[in-house]
């Protein structure tokens, strides 16, 4: 706005003030009679304010502005017309929405997620099989997604004993493999999840660069990378057409700091970091909620380290150590939690770590 302009403005507010506020204006003609000297603040040649009726002088900004500041300072008798005046308008509603004391008080604020179609990858052992064990309690129908028949069937008796009416299919597949989804699309297994935990994955060796097996980076990559990816771009379609849904994928404390020997157990849990970050631009629009699962260091109930390790037993004891570690219960209790927040709520990554562990490599083994 250019000086003259903003002056006009001004000038236009002033005399709008002191036609509508007699009391106001007869303060500013008082002030404007006093002499010079006994006007506080008033700068030099600056001349007097303009009485009711009357328009101010053009004297630039800085001696409006003043008269203004002069205006503001009779707050006395404009406060207390305008609160006279605000008594009678009518009362607006607050711009937002205050919470009703109750529901402040609820502990829990978790949504229910019966009925739900779940389907869980990598759940014959470990995080997968505990989440599946977790759902089946909170009454999701489920698919149950592994290589090893005997463990899935296992679980499968283990979940019909506790839920018998329980809907329960599985499928026995690798998710490295072209053979896994046309399993499910022959089945159009694909077509009604709305629960999706792409979780199998694994470590395999902890090799330095150089002296690592080009077969095991294969492996992971696959698993953990393409596994994941092939399966949500499988189902992603499906959920958006029902209305949305949830994805979630295990990732790890590895996804977000590198370590010594796993290259590529790092950099493929990195990828699908970014690639499940890039599903949450994708789809926020789109009623799908993304959650990514990052945890340290889990050891009871997996065989996580059994396989890094190749079967070497003492490897994969002495990684656990003198160090109460997260179990595979307390990452699927996570799982659930995120799935059961109101619809509105997106848990976008879920970080845990032992109490003892404070970065990807910082172990506190103490007993
Ligand atoms: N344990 C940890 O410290 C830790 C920490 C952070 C993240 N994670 C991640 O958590 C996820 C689960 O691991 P976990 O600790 O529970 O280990 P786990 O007990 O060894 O479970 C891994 C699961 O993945 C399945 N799986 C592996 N490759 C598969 C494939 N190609 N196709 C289908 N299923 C496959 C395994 O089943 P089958 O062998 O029967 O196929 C098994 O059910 C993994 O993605 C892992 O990277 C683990």
């Keep these: 706005m250019s000086d003259t302009r903003a002056l006009a403005f001004c000038s236009r507010v002033l005399t709008e003030i002191l036609d509508n506020q007699p009391s106001f204006s007869s303060r500013v003609a008082e002030i404007s009679n006093l002499p010079r000297t006994q006007r506080v603040g008033t700068p030099p040649g600056t001349p007097t304010v303009a ?12 001696s409006l502005l003043w008269r203004l500041s002069r205006a503001a300072m009779l707050p006395a008798a404009v406060g207390a017309t305008m609160m006279a005046n605000s008594a009678t308008m009518p009362k607006s509603e607050p711009a937002v929405k205050a919470q009703a004391w109750d529901s402040l008080f609820r502990l829990d604020q978790e949504k229910s997620i019966a009925g739900k179609v779940a389907l869980v990858t990598g759940c014959s052992s470990g995080i997968g099989k505990a989440t599946a064990c977790m759902l089946a309690t909170a009454g999701c129908e489920l698919v149950l997604v592994a290589r090893r028949e005997d463990k899935l069937s296992e679980l499968k008796g283990e979940i019909l004993k506790r839920q018998p009416s329980a809907k329960v299919t599985v499928v026995v597949g690798d998710v490295c493999t072209d053979a896994f989804y046309e399993t499910l699309k022959a089945q159009q297994l694909h077509t009604k999840v709305d629960i999706l935990i792409a979780n199998a994955g694994l470590a395999v060796g902890k090799d330095n660069i150089g002296a690592a097996s080009d077969g095991d980076w294969e ?13 949500i771009n499988l189902c992603l ?5 029902n209305g949305g849904g949830h994805i979630v994928a295990t990732g ?3 996804g977000m700091e590198s370590y010594e020997g796993g290259s590529v157990y790092c950099a493929s849990k990195h990828a699908l970091h970014a690639f499940m970050k890039s599903l949450r631009f994708e789809t926020y629009s789109k009623n799908v909620r993304v959650t990514v699962l990052a945890p340290g260091l889990v050891g009871e109930g997996t065989e996580f380290s ?3 390790f190749k079967g070497d037993a003492s490897k994969a004891s002495a990684t656990y150590q003198n160090i109460r570690e997260l179990k595979a219960s307390d990452c699927a209790a996570q799982i659930l939690w995120a799935l059961r927040q109101p619809d509105h709520v997106n848990v976008d990554l879920l970080q845990l770590m032992p109490t003892a562990q ?10």
Excluded: Y
């Excluded at 009485?51 to 800085?62: F, Q, R, V």
């Excluded at 379609?237 to 057409?241: I, L, Q, R, S, T």
């Excluded at 404070?358 to 007993?367: P, V």
């Design 51 to 62: 009485t009711h009726g009357s328009s101010p002088e053009k004297t630039g900004m800085a």
């Design 219 to 231: 492996q992971m990559m696959s698993a953990n990378c393409m596994g994941a990816f092939r399966l």
């Design 358 to 367: 404070g970065g990807a490599t910082r172990l506190h083994r103490g007993g």
């Design 237 to 241: 379609p499906e959920m958006v057409k």
């Design 252 to 254: 790890s404390i590895a």
């Design 306 to 308: 059994e396989v890094r």
